[in-house]
């Protein structure tokens, strides 16, 4: 590896292969919306051939300076032959706007025929730009490129590169993570839980909302029936190996067609005063030690949990137990918005419970019933509390408690 300052360091992922990594751990909320703590990384990758270097996509314009700099370490930019374009988000082609002005360049950029409309647009620049036919191949001596479109993988002009003489896909953000792993996992024994909750945390919060798509692009790569021996995503590492591309391609379809963890319980709750939370910490003693796994994301008065970590894993939990109040004549705002995303961005089956509270009016009840109308969540039942608990209440806690381990798969 060589490192050309703390951001970005360059690897050599086979003779012919550079990755240009760039880690941003400054980011604390990606797309200005995710919490990632942990980081994340824009992966750029150059290829060399015996007729010209190839580019895959750039990275994010905060790190231009450094990053042509590490480019200009493996290759003369002047000689790129061509630049692929697998996706126009500015994370992935932020830097191609000042490569592109860098005296000489004469790169053909290529594309889904949408790219050039947003090269245009977010760019604004003017480049020699071909649109790419889903399929069609291109060779450069003995190495030959594969484009495979995959429409909105989460935007309209995805695509993939596979690279023939190296089984290697290139895939831009699916099947990436944030976090800032080492660069390679080179087989399913180093794919760790953490990494695999990254990747998971990436895919709900990125690409969730089109699970479809997600299901007719792993379709169409095995119609293809290309061996992949090597995935090359935009974020997170390389994966080096056919056990760990499998298990990569098996969670993403699990996750694309929303197949739940037996025993996982994830439980939302907001809480003013402590009312919810007393039922909260009611449900978690009558569940404790049942052989469920509760995942718990809070938001009171002393902390807020992190959003896009509970959108990771909600899913694929087996049971949604949501616990909120009533607020000025409706539904907590906080749960408001965090549904509205569960809604928008998931959109897969659960089996949920809800405890509301309320002082003289249970709107938050009726409200959330409303946004149910509106998805694929399923209401299996219902408690609600006039602040402090009654005997009924509790009892009808322990009726719901019984509930939710028989759906999560457990004897209650
Ligand atoms: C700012 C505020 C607004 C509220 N608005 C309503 C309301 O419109 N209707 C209602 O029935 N209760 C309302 N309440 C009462 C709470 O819903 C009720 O006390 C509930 O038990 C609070 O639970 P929590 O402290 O766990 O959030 C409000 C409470 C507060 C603090
Ligand atoms: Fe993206
Ligand atoms: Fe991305």
């Known amino acids: 590896m060589k490192s050309t300052n703390d951001n970005v360091s360059i690897h050599k992922v086979m003779k012919n292969l550079d990755l240009i990594r760039v880690t941003d751990a400054k980011v604390k909320y990606f797309e200005a919306l995710w919490e990632i703590p942990e980081g994340v990384t824009y992966n750029s990758y150059v290829l060399h051939t015996s007729e010209g270097a190839v580019l895959f996509d750039t990275v994010n314009s905060d790190f231009s300076r450094d990053y042509l700099e590490a480019l200009r370490s493996v290759t003369d930019v002047r000689d790129f032959r061509y630049v692929i374009v697998h996706h126009m988000e500015p994370d992935h082609s932020g830097s191609l706007k000042d490569l592109a002005r860098v005296e000489g360049f004469r790169a053909e950029v290529l594309g889904h025929p949408l790219t050039s409309r947003l090269i245009k647009s977010l760019l604004n620049i003017e480049v020699k730009f071909r649109q790419t036919r889903d399929g069609e191949e291109l060779k450069l001596g ?123 319980v994830v439980v939302l709750y907001t809480s003013m005063y402590g009312y919810v939370e007393r039922m909260v910490e009611e449900l978690l003693e009558r569940v404790a030690d049942r052989g ?107 009726e719901m408690t019984r509930e939710i381990l028989t759906q999560s798969g457990v004897s209650p």
């Not at 909120?324 to 961005?345: E, N």
């Open 142 to 264: 003995a190495t030959t490129l594969k484009f495979i479109h995959v429409p909105w993988l989460h935007w309209p002009e995805t695509m993939f590169t596979y690279v023939e003489d190296f089984r290697t896909l290139m895939t831009c953000d699916a099947f990436g993570a944030y976090s800032m792993p080492p660069y390679m996992i080179s087989g399913a024994e180093y794919l760790s839980a953490e990494y695999v909750r990254f990747m998971r945390k990436y895919f709900a919060n990125i690409i969730g909302r089109y699970r479809e798509n997600v299901i007719k692009a792993l379709d169409k790569l095995e119609s293809l029936g290309l061996s992949v021996d090597l995935m090359a995503p935009s974020h997170g590492a390389v994966l080096s190996g056919v056990d760990v591309v499998n298990r990569v391609l098996k969670l993403y379809r699990s996750w694309a067609e929303g197949i739940a963890e037996g025993g996982k």
């Open 292 to 398: 469920v796994r509760v995942e718990l994301f809070k938001f009171t008065s002393v902390h807020r949990d992190n959003v896009a970590d509970f959108l990771g894993s909600l899913l694929d939990a087996g049971v949604f137990v949501i616990a909120t109040s009533t607020y000025d004549g409706g539904l907590f705002p906080i749960t408001k918005y965090l549904l509205s995303l569960v809604v928008s961005k998931l959109n897969v089956e659960k089996p949920t419970y809800l405890i509301t509270a309320y002082g003289w009016n249970d709107a938050a009840l009726r409200e959330l019933k409303n946004l149910f109308s509106s998805s694929k969540l399923v209401l299996k039942g219902e408690l609600t509390v006039n602040s402090t608990p009654t005997k009924a209440d509790l009892t009808r806690l322990d």
